[in-house]
Structure formats: structure tokens, C-alpha cells
């Protein structure tokens, strides 16, 4: 008997691919890579578009900043409704909400046991209210996650800038995170220092933004009080500020991300090299990605003069493209009135978006094609590429290591139009793909109608123009480890 060799063996054996139906067993799934994310953060990137409540004594004295000596007694919502407040966010779609328990005045929306400066201390309620309380139990009736804005700089306190602020900021930290249920994400901002009453002071401190708060202390603190919670900042550590207050990511904007500070060096909330926050780091050590923070008026709080300035809802289609179309998470601010409403002008953009939002993305255009891999890993069915189409993330399509430049075919017996692609990869394996465009067959080529780099939980190709195909491909053409897409979508932009 004639003995082959190992190479003449592998060329005898048909390719497993090649073998119809013959599905292979037990194949691994491909080795991660680079910086992966955490449980929270997997849970955040289904969050995608969120809500965020601006609403203290601002709302009441038409500022954006408030000093730190206002009344408390300035607070008094006269119909407030957290129920109805909540209910508008969830029937745009939005999966969570974020208040502002503390903004940089200082006062707290809850009866906190640290200062005096709290709605304890405001006829509102006869200071038996709680704003905390009612829009984080609102939340959970109605099934959305809650989430805690609390202002580092506090232009309250007289403490401010002395080592006994930093231990009562953690204090606020604890209420918060121990009194409210589970929290699902934490934001410090990143304005800090500064102008302020200070207990009667009256005058300007400044801290030192990379010691002053001994920021991985106050995080270590809050892992151990709410394991899932995503901190965000500037800088993360789970979660980074995008870099602008429009709304929008870069393009190509990876999910990895090495912060440094604003002139370089280490970089801390508040000092932060911003325009690099738009894109992120390929291949950068941590996992941290962009959250786009946008209001729907010109200010973050609620101003009679911005009611005629709220954003279109094809404005807010817009900014979701740019910040969950590209990876990023999309947190709107919206901010109560005076009554401790949203403004109805308001309600009436955020029904206009999800409305648009509902009927875009309502079904996937692609579902019923027929589809060939020019590579399924293993040729194993766990991996194959109809899970492209099965409208969950945790099903993917992968190929065997080293065929990183693979593709996949969509056909189908009649032409689909569209407008709108939408890719997620599966980001539990890291940031893979760095390369990739989507092309029709026309005529009697292929055509691209969009190209992209980072895929990343989500990103959308919004075309100029509808297109109608019956055949279409998705080519990944660079990808330093096997490429694993969970997602393809196609969808026509609702009018
Ligand atoms: C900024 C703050 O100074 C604004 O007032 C607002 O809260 C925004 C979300 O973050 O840094
Ligand atoms: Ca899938």
C-alpha cells in the first residue's frame, strides 16, 4: 500500500466546506482578540439609545450652571410625574434613563444624609420628596435601566477642594448606589473646579484633576456596590466621553481606546485629549467605548426660551446614525420643565424619532436570501453565515483563522431596496474587522455602495441614494484575526 504523505493526505480530503450539509462537530470557537469587553459593558451596547434627565434648580432659575447659594426652596415642580416622564422615553424606544442627582450646585435630588443643600430641605413634597426615588422605581415599572449622574465639582460645599469633600462625594456615591436598586451605569463629569458659593466662601478653587479625586478608589468602591454598573468618564474607566457635546463619533471608531491627557500624559475626567475620544485607539489596551451625549434644546436643562429650539426629528435620526451607527452609545438629554414634565414639544420629537426609528429598522430587508461563505470556520453550522440574518447577536458567522479576507454573498429571487446597512460584530470575541465594503451586482459587475473600517457593536452605512439589488456581497478585506459578524441588515429609510 502506497503511503501519502501529510501534504498529499490534505490535498485528498475534500475541503470540509465543500461537503454539502455535512456539518463538522465540536469546532472552537475563534481565540479572542485584543481588549475585550466586560459583562456591563455587553449589556451597555444593547442599550444603544438612552435617555438622559437634566432637572434641578437650574430648571427653576433658567441657568446651566448654578453658583451653590440658591434657596432650596427655588425647587418646586408642580405637577411632577416620573411615570409620565419615563413612559415618553420608553415609547421612543430608549433603554434606560439618566438623572442628574447632583449637578455642579450641588444640590441633591435626594434626601441624602451629607448636606443640607438637598430637596430635604425645600417645600416641595414637604421636603419628604425624593426625585431619585420616584424616577428610578418609574424605570423599573416600566422596564428600563436607571442610571446616576453625580457631579464631582460641587459648588456647594465648603469642603470643596479639600481631602473631606472627596470622602463626602463618596458618601453621596454609597446612598446612591445602595438605596435605588441596581444602577446600571455612573457618570462623573468632567467640569470640575472652579468659581463657587462654597459654604459662603465665594471665591475660585481649583483642584488638581489627575489627584485630587483619587478616582481609582472612588471606582473600586462602586465595583464593589454594583458589579454591573458601567462607569463613565472622560477617560472610562468602562465608558468614554466622545469628545463633543453634539452627538457624534467619528466614522471609523473603535471601541478600544488608550485616553491621554489634554497637553499629553496621563489623563484623568477633565483632562482628556477630546478629539482623539472621537475616534478611540486600534488596538488600544482597554475596552472603553464612545458615548455621544446630546441635548434635544440648545441647553442641557429646560429654558422657556429654547422651547421653539428643540431638535427635528430627522435632526435626532441624524445624530443616532452618527453615535450608534458608528459604535457609540446615543444619550439623549431631555430635559423636565418647570411642572416636572418633558416640554410637549419635546414628547413631540421624541414620538416623531422612534416613530422613524420603529418603521426603519422595523424588519430586515436581507431575511429570505440565499447566502454563500466563501469560508465557515470548521465548515462547523455553529459559525455558518445564516446567522447573519437572525436578528440576535450572540449568533454569528466566522471563518477559519488565517482567512481574514473572506466573503459573503446575498441573493434574492427579487430586487430589495434600500437605504440603510447595518453590520454588528460579535464583540464579545474584541474589535476585529478593520476593513470591509458592501457591494451590488449591476449589470455585470460588482459596484461598492459603502466601505467602513471599524464595525464594532453596530454600525450603519446610510447610502445617498435607495439601491435595489438581487445580489449583493460583504467583503471583509482586512481583519488581523478570523472576522466574527453576528449581524447584516438591510432596511429602507421610513419618510
Ligand atoms: C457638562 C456639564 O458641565 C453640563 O452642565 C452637562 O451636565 C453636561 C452633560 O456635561 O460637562
Ligand atoms: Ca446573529
Given at each position: ?44 451596547h ?16 433658567d ?23 419615563v ?7 430608549m ?19 451629607t ?5 430635604m430641605?425645600s417645600?416641595?413634597?414637604?421636603g ?6 420616584e424616577?428610578?422605581?418609574a ?9 446616576v449622574?453625580?457631579?464631582?465639582w ?13 470622602e463626602m462625594y ?8 445602595t ?6 451605569e ?18 475660585k ?12 478608589r472612588?471606582?473600586?468602591m ?33 471601541a478600544?481606546?488608550?485616553p ?8 484623568s ?7 482623539q ?17 446630546v ?22 435620526l ?30 413631540a ?23 454563500t ?22 449568533t454569528?458567522w ?11 454573498t446575498f ?14 460584530e ?10 470591509f ?7 455585470s459587475?460588482w459596484?461598492?455602495?459603502g ?8 454600525r ?23 472576522p ?5 441588515g438591510?432596511?429602507?429609510?421610513a419618510?
Amino acid at each position: 500500500m502506497r503511503t501519502l504523505s501529510r501534504r498529499q493526505l490534505l490535498k485528498a480530503i475534500p475541503a470540509a466546506s465543500a461537503i454539502p450539509f455535512a456539518w463538522a462537530a465540536n469546532t472552537a470557537e475563534p481565540a479572542p482578540y485584543g481588549a475585550l469587553p466586560s459583562a456591563g459593558q455587553l449589556l451597555w451596547h444593547e442599550k444603544e439609545f438612552y435617555a438622559f434627565l437634566h432637572f434641578t434648580i437650574n430648571t427653576f432659575t433658567d441657568k446651566e450652571w448654578g453658583y451653590g447659594d440658591e434657596d432650596p426652596n427655588l425647587f418646586h415642580p408642580t405637577a411632577f410625574d416620573a411615570e409620565a416622564i419615563v413612559g415618553h422615553l420608553k415609547a421612543c424606544g430608549m433603554k434606560s434613563v439618566m438623572l442628574t442627582c447632583k449637578h455642579h450646585d450641588g444640590f441633591c435630588l435626594w434626601p441624602t444624609k451629607t448636606t443640607d443643600h438637598s430637596v430635604m430641605n425645600s417645600k416641595w413634597r414637604a421636603g419628604k420628596g425624593d426625585v431619585v426615588r420616584e424616577i428610578s422605581d418609574a424605570a423599573r415599572k416600566a422596564g428600563l435601566r436607571f442610571g446616576v449622574y453625580v457631579s464631582p465639582w460641587d459648588r456647594n460645599a465648603a469642603s470643596y477642594a479639600t481631602p473631606a469633600y472627596v470622602e463626602m462625594y463618596r458618601a453621596q456615591l454609597r446612598e446612591l448606589l445602595t438605596q435605588y436598586g441596581p444602577i446600571d451605569e455612573i457618570w462623573h463629569d468632567g467640569a470640575n473646579g472652579g468659581d463657587g458659593f462654597y459654604g459662603g466662601a465665594r471665591e475660585k478653587r481649583n483642584i488638581d484633576r489627575n489627584t485630587y479625586y483619587d478616582w481609582p478608589r472612588t471606582w473600586e468602591m462602586i465595583r464593589g456596590l454594583q458589579p454591573n454598573a458601567v462607569i463613565f468618564s472622560d477617560v472610562g474607566p468602562d465608558i468614554r466621553w466622545v469628545g463633543n457635546e453634539r452627538g457624534i463619533a467619528n466614522e471609523t471608531c473603535w471601541a478600544t481606546y488608550d485616553p491621554v491627557g489634554d497637553k499629553g500624559g496621563p489623563a484623568s475626567p477633565g483632562n482628556v485629549n477630546a478629539k482623539q475620544s472621537m475616534t478611540g485607539t486600534r488596538n488600544g489596551a482597554k475596552w472603553i467605548p464612545a458615548e455621544c451625549d446630546v441635548s434635544i434644546r440648545p441647553g442641557w436643562f429646560w429654558h422657556e426660551k429654547e422651547n421653539a429650539k428643540v431638535k427635528t426629528p430627522r435632526q435626532l435620526l441624524d445624530l443616532y446614525y452618527q453615535s450608534a451607527g458608528r459604535g457609540a452609545g446615543f444619550l439623549l438629554n431631555v430635559p423636565p420643565d418647570q411642572r416636572g414634565l418633558l416640554h410637549e414639544n419635546d414628547v413631540a420629537a421624541l414620538s416623531g424619532v422612534g416613530d422613524l426609528l420603529k418603521r426603519t429598522f422595523a424588519r430586515n430587508l436581507a431575511v429570505g436570501a440565499k447566502i454563500t461563505a466563501s469560508n465557515t470556520r470548521g465548515a462547523n453550522k455553529q459559525f455558518r453565515a445564516e446567522h447573519l440574518l437572525d436578528g440576535n447577536r450572540a449568533t454569528y458567522w466566522a471563518t477559519d483563522d488565517g482567512a481574514t479576507e473572506s466573503e459573503i454573498t446575498f441573493e434574492w429571487k427579487k430586487p430589495v431596496t434600500f437605504n440603510v446597512i447595518r453590520l454588528r460584530e460579535e464583540v464579545r470575541l474584541g474589535q476585529r474587522v478593520e476593513e470591509f465594503v458592501v457591494e451590488v451586482w449591476q449589470d455585470s459587475g460588482w459596484s461598492a455602495v459603502g466601505i467602513g473600517s471599524s464595525i464594532g457593536a453596530g454600525r450603519i452605512l446610510r447610502l445617498d441614494h435607495e439601491k435595489s439589488a438581487t445580489k449583493m456581497r460583504l467583503r471583509i478585506l482586512r481583519s488581523p484575526a478570523a472576522p466574527a459578524i453576528s449581524e447584516f441588515g438591510l432596511y429602507l429609510e421610513a419618510s
